[in-house]
Structures are given as C-alpha cells and as structure tokens.
C-alpha cells in the first residue's frame, strides 16, 4: 500500500491511528507513506519520521519540500528507509532507493521528482530510474515500486509508459488530489497519476481555504495554516506477483476519517 | 452534463457518437463539451464546433489551445455558444460566458483560465468570475456552471471555496486525466478538481506515448501525434435545484468507448 | 536620475551617501530610487523610504519584492511617494503613480510589473499603463516616467516600443544588471531595458557568491546573505524636454563607491 | 572575439560582412558566433553554419534553439566546430564542446545551457562544465571559453563565479541585450552577463516591435517576423593570456551597421 502526501498534524494523527487497522482489513504486506509535507505542511522532522516508521511504514519518501526542515540533512545518512528524489546530483545526503527483504521476496522503492513546474531542477529522472532499474533487474529484484513526485499529468504518465513492464507500481504524488485512473499497462505496470493526500478534507492542499482564495484574489503574500477537521487519506493498494514482478491489480484507497470518531467511510 | 477536453478525431467520434444515448440514459437537461483540442489536438475549427452543437452539446468550452487554429478568431462573434475565457483584456474577439434559456430557468456558463503555469498571462480570474456571478445572481440567474481551465490543483480548488453558494459547479479542466475528489462543499457549490479528457485510452494526454516519452527522455523536439484506440469519455453529472442553484448531486462520469464497439463499460 | 533596485545596507548606505554629490555634479532635478531590495535584501521597511526620501529621492519603487517586510502595507497609504506596482488588482494598499509638482512642471511617475517569469501573476500591465497615461496625457501631464519590473528583455523592451511617443522614459528593472542598450525610439521615448543595481560588487545579484553557487550546483536550500565590499551603483540619467515630453538624452549612471573612500569612479 | 546570437537574414549579413574587417581592425585570433536564430530566427540550417565557419569564425555555438531547423540533427556528427548545449543526456547528437589548436595554442569553447526559466529542462550545467573543465585542464589545455546560454542574471554571474580561475572566458548569451558588467573576476576569468545579439536595431530581440507588442496587449497568438533596418552587431573581445589562461582584458563590442552603408560606429 502506499498513502500520498502525509499533511500537517491532522495528517499525521489520521495516518498513525490508521495504520495498524488499514494493514490487517486490507491485508497488506508493505507500507509506503509518502512524508513530504508531515511538519505542519512543510518537511519531515527526524522524529516524525520514527514515528511513521514505528507505526507501520515499511519506507518514507518526500518530494520537493525535502529540505525545508533543517535537521533532516544530517538524518539522512543514518536512516536509509528515508528517501529523496534519486535525481539530485552526486554527493547528496541521502539515497533516493533503497532494496528490503520481505517474506515474498526483495522489493525496491524508488523516488524520482519530475521537472515540469516543479523546483529545484534536478537530472533528467526517465534516464536516471531506467537505469537504476536496469541494475536491480540484473540483481535480480523483480518488485519494484515508484514514487514520482511531479506537478503535470504528462510527465508522470509518461513515466508509466517509460517503465511499462519494468516496475510494478509507478504511482504520482505532489499535486494532493488523487486521479480517478488507476490502471494496468499492456506489460503489467500499475498506474496511477496521483495518489492524493492524507490531510484535513476542508482545505486546498490541506491548508486553510481562506488562506489560498486570499492569495489568488489579492496577490499578496500571507500565511496559509494547515486546516482542521475530518482527514481524508488517500492512496493505493497493489497487488503485485512476486514471481514476475506484474501488477496483478491496483485500487485507489480514499477514506474520510475522523479524527475523533475513527472512519466515517469514503 | 459535462465533458472534458475532447481530443483530435478519436474524442470526437466517441463524443458524438455517444451524446445522444448518453442523453437518454443519463435524463441530461443540458450538455457541455470542452472542444479545445477537438482539431488534431490543437485547438476546434467553425465546423467541429457546429458537429458538437448539432450533436446535442449546449455550449462548447475551450481553454488555452483556443486560437490554435486561425479560422475560429473570426467565427466567435457568429456564435455566442462557443466560450473563451473571460479573463482576456476587453476587446479580445468572443465572450467568455453564456446565459441560456432552458425548460427550467436560465443557466448560464462561464469559463476562465487560470494563472500558475499556464500560458498566456490572463486578467485575475477570481476577481473577473466573482463580478460575473454577482451580476448574474442580480439579474435573476441562480444555475451558474463554471469550466475554470487551469493547471495546478491548488487553483481551481482556491476557485471552488472562492465561489461556494455562489456558483452551481466549478469544474477544472486542461490536465486530461480526471481526479477522484468530487464534492458538495458547505454552502451548495458542486467541484471537481478536474473533469479528465474524451481521447485515447493508450495515451499520454491524447498523444502516442512513445512520442512523449522520447520528448521527455532526450530533451529534443518532436511531433505528438494524437493516439488511436479505445477513447475514455470523462466529464461529470451534476443535479442543480433551479430554485437555489445549488449542487444537489455530483458524479464523475468516466467510460471506456470502443470506436468500433460501442460502450465497454467503466 | 533613476537609480536601480537598492540592496541592503551597502546599497542603502553608498545611495544615501552619494545622493546630495550627485545631485550636485550631475545637476539632477528630480531623483526616483527602486528601493526593492533596501532592507537586508528583501522588501523595504517605513524607516528606510523615509531614509530615502530625506536623502533627495522625490519617489521610491518597488517591484515583486513590495510585500517582503509586513509594516510596509500600512505605512503605503500614507505615503503617496512610494509606489507599488500598479497592475495589482483594485483594492490594494498603495498605489502605483503618482503626480508631482516640480519647477519644470509636473512629473508622472509610474510603476508596473511584468508577467514573464515573475511572480505574483498580476493584470496586464500594457493595458493599464497605456490607459493611465492616456489620462495622464489628457490632463496635461507630459513628463512621465516608468519604471518597469520585469524578467525578460522582450517584456521591457516591447513596453518601450508600446509607449514611444506617449512616456519620457522606460526603465526596466529587476535583474540588478544593467544592460547596454539605453537609447532614444523614433518617437522620443528614451529606453534602457535594465538599470541595474545599487549593491556589492562582488555578488550575484546583491547576495555571496558562494551561497548561490552552492544553491545552484547542490539543488538544496541556503540563506543568501547580502555581500561586502565596494557597491556598484546603477542607473539612469535622462534629460527631458518640459514642454514636449520627449527624452532628449539618456546615459547610463555606473559608478563603483568604496564605502570607506567615496566614489572610485567607473 | 565572441559575437551573440545572429539573428536571421539582417544578422548573417551583417556577421558575414564585418568579420574580415573586424578581424584586421581588433586583431583578433579566433572568433565565435553563436548561430541559434541565424536561420530566419529559429535555428541553424548546416548551410548557414558553413557560412558562418567560412567566413572566419572558429566555433558557431547554439543554444535553446538549437534544433528548431530539422535537418541540424544529421548534420552535428559531421562538424564538431558546431555545438549545442552539453549537458544534454548522453546520446544526444553532436558534442557540447571542442578543442581547437591555434598559433598560440589550445582553445577549448564550451557551450552550456542554463536551467532558470528555459526549456527543455537538461542537466546541472554547473556540474557538468566544471567536470568538463577540470579533465581539460588535467590535459593542458589553458584557455578555455564558455558560452552559457541562460535567462537569468543569477544563473550567469553564479556560473562565472563557479569558474573564477578556472575558465578564460564566461559569456552568457539569450536574452540578446547586452550587459554593460563586463570584468575580471579575482582569479583571473573574464565574465559578462550577456553578449547581446547581431540582428535589427528597430527590433524585440530581433522581431518586429509590432507582433511583439500586440502579443503583449492582447494574449493571442501572432507571427513575429524578424525586423529590418541597420543592425547592432553584439559581442566581447578579450584578450587572454596562453600561458595561464588567464583573462587579461574584456571589452564589449556595440556596433551599429547599416547594411547599405557599412559601420556607422557605436
Ligand atoms: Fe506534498
Ligand atoms: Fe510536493
Ligand atoms: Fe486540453
Ligand atoms: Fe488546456
Ligand atoms: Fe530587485
Ligand atoms: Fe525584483
Ligand atoms: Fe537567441
Ligand atoms: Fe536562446
């Protein structure tokens, strides 16, 4: 399973009181959350990082907003299940992959960030993770996951099509609100554009509405807290063949929790 | 009703061939159709606007590709049916928003373009849709539906909060793939973030994969040749009370379309 | 005379230190300083525009930078000599022109900001500073002199062409480099498509050049302090006529201070 | 001697028609041209590039525009005194740098493109140059030239600080206005921010004030042909040291022609 863009503290709460339960209902094997925006909207803190490690996350991915929380640099070094985009260049904290052992075999996670409309500009990501995908195939890794955090449609669907047959799972993150299609390619690749996000359901990008229409009327600058509320998480869950490394099948997960009463449904 | 972005002559035939027993079916009052890719991917011509028409649509859309093909600057003074966005400076040939009579009330359409990450750079659309509406609402006009072509997700949901209770639906359009997010927000406005494309099923967008992909992977010029295949319809349902003009239900519509077959289902 | 955006306490301190010199050597009747960056880089403060204006400078610009210190938005409208740009959308503190009686008769100074890779999205500012000055005009107004905020060349440089004939004088600035290129158009307008910068002189912009090389080649976030050492200070001086309107020469202002010796000349 | 970029017709004619005399007149020792809008505008068609080569320029470099003319792409195998940007992919066809033997030794030219506000997104310039530069050095060669097309200012004036004592020469080429900053930084290398264009005087960037302007005012799209009229010929002479590579001197080169006439000076 993975969960989209963990927002703020309302996200947090939602995903780690969650966890535990999504794991048995849906029976899943391995846990991917993706942190970027965990630290009241921005970055990820080592700390909150344990925590959704302790709560049931095989692996942590970020995104753009990597970097906004200082302390993290150093962190990095001592927690490979921590990823950021593999794209930076040479020389940076941090990986962006990292191979697990489960009962079903070695999976891989990888994260790319995407170049259109998205800072910093980083290496071309369709070269850089088809060829770290070569190595791990020739390793003999078959299951293969991807986090590509990018803003448009065409980069990340296009990345799909770039690794059809090559990964299990491409699926996108960053704009926070999760596409309605899902779906196989012909060589076995599970797709999905975004995975949205997991934060308040009153919100733009889970923060404050009021804020965001601010912005957009006046132009001018303001603050835009994380809003409150009902959760809604958001993500996938794939079924992958351990032999091939197919997708078998792949479904969108999109729940509105609330954080005092528990699930309310989707 | 609502169609999204209907590409080259793949989304064409499904549109058209589809729209009547669409109709029937779905007991639709009154269809749009966004036709800005309609022509080869590239804008809609005199004539694709007058098929879409003729097919059943009550107003057709368009968006950033609007000029693309020349022949349409001196077509929109002849029908007011066919939209731009409203936030081109005065003067600017055709009209950005429609008042319709129908069986139960006035409805009108509006349409306008965003600003982050979309070209060109256009009149703030939150300050000219808002006069819009207050000007509409005084005249009497309660079923107001916006098609708020734009980029980021951040925008157009900043639009939906920016006009709750004051439109009847805001609908995005431009990234070709539909999100999962449709809603009521608190005072009646019906959203969704964006309505997805009528094109190819095996596409980037509407375009052959390869053709992007070798964009993205090598950074050099080539054509997009639209895709062939199946074409996915998308757009939404949505029941406006005529009273109020408020949202009372929104439902994404999303189908696989053999061109040779008919219908395959969802 | 123009001088081009001030930055930090080297700029502030070399402009105010210079201002009464200068006047005197180059027989400036009237001076407008860009005032952007003037506090530690980012915006200007209500200390620093009085600072400025008690040095000689009759108006004081801004530019995308206007908002960056939060006491600045109340302290706008009461003080009619700084200017923000004026194609924010109506409503917003400040204003972005202003009339002045001088012994020459009066001056119109204007500010707008671009919209090419610039930030915030703002109205179109050809159509707005042509209607101004149209009204300007009317009212009998001909000496009229804009300072453009802008990124790109073909943005300042069209905004000339559009206004030969109808302002003095066009200035671009925002990139903090000057440019060659001052010159007089067919109808009288004298142009320069950047004045430049009143900051260090061994800096990026105004900022260490370690940082922002460390910026660029690592892809990861920094503070970007302002430099040290002698400041560059850049800009225009320009000759009107008063009964026409028309430039009738225009020079570029570059000189570097040794903020511990006075001028080193150019 | 380097000359910006040669903007179609106007702009070869003038470069092909002044090189001799000015080689004589500055007694230069090797000459580049950045050739990317020589061909109406848009790109380099391989006839124009050998026009270029005999007419005496040593290396014709590119830019953005590098693959606007198709049969470009077949022609770069076969003259490696023709570049494009060199952090392009591996693959890419043509090579983003060359190594010339001269009287007074090895020249290498570098050509590299920027990643602020440019398109298509390639890989870190900063890296790549400095690799490419330290191999060079390791194989003797000392003098060493790079064109770094870009748009910004920041990027520019960071990369030649990024090479200060490393590279002769950075000169930054594409906005095509010349700035008037032109020095030598503490280590040794000759920097200015942009060279400027070869093309019309009465000109956006070498298109026709008209179609750039209306462009501007009204959002829709337009044909911007290339102006008429004398031509201000662009670029820097510096003068570099062989045996340590050194920048000795860098002088900018404005000069406007009349294409009937001759040079009317500067
Ligand atoms: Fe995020
Ligand atoms: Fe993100
Ligand atoms: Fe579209
Ligand atoms: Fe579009
Ligand atoms: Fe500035
Ligand atoms: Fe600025
Ligand atoms: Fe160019
Ligand atoms: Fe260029």
New interface residues.
């Given amino acids: 399973m993975f969960l989209g863009d963990v927002v703020g503290e309302p996200g947090r709460k939602a995903v780690i009181g969650q966890l535990a339960s999504l794991r048995k209902e849906l029976e899943l094997d391995f846990i991917i959350v993706n942190g970027e925006n965990a630290a009241g909207g921005r970055g990820i803190t080592p700390k909150i990082t344990i925590d959704l490690l302790r709560a049931g996350a095989a692996v942590v991915t970020t995104g753009d907003h990597v970097?906004?929380q200082q302390d993290i640099?150093d962190y990095f070094p001592t927690e490979p299940r921590l990823l950021r985009p593999i794209n930076?260049?040479?020389?940076?904290p941090g990986a962006g992959w990292v191979v697990l052992e489960t009962a079903k075999g070695k999976i891989a996670v990888i994260q790319a960030q995407g170049?259109?409309?998205i800072q910093?500009?980083?290496?071309?990501p369709?070269?850089i993770v088809e060829d770290r995908i070569a190595k791990l195939r020739e390793e003999g890794v078959k299951m293969i996951f991807l986090d590509f955090h990018a803003?448009?449609?065409?980069?990340k669907?296009?990345?799909g099509?770039?690794l059809d047959g090559k990964a299990s799972v491409v699926v996108g993150t960053h704009?926070?609100?999760?596409?309605?299609?899902e779906r196989i390619l012909?060589e076995g690749t599970g797709c999905l554009?975004?995975a949205?996000m997991c934060g308040p359901e009153?919100s733009?990008?889970g923060r404050s509405?009021?804020s965001?229409?601010w912005?957009?009327?006046?132009?001018?600058?303001t603050r835009f807290p994380v809003a409150k509320g009902p959760v809604r998480l958001c993500g996938l869950v794939a079924d992958i063949d351990p032999e091939s490394g197919k997708c078998l099948s792949i479904e969108?997960l999109?729940r509105l929790i609330d954080l005092n009463e528990g699930s309310e449904g989707a």
Avoid: C, K
């Fill in positions: 970097w906004d640099v930076y260049p040479e020389g940076t170049r259109s409309f910093p500009p980083l290496e071309n369709f070269v803003e448009t449609t065409s980069e669907i296009a990345m099509w770039a704009t926070h609100v999760q596409t309605a299609d012909p554009t975004d949205g009153h733009v990008l509405p009021e965001v229409v912005r957009f009327r006046t132009g001018m600058p969108r999109n």
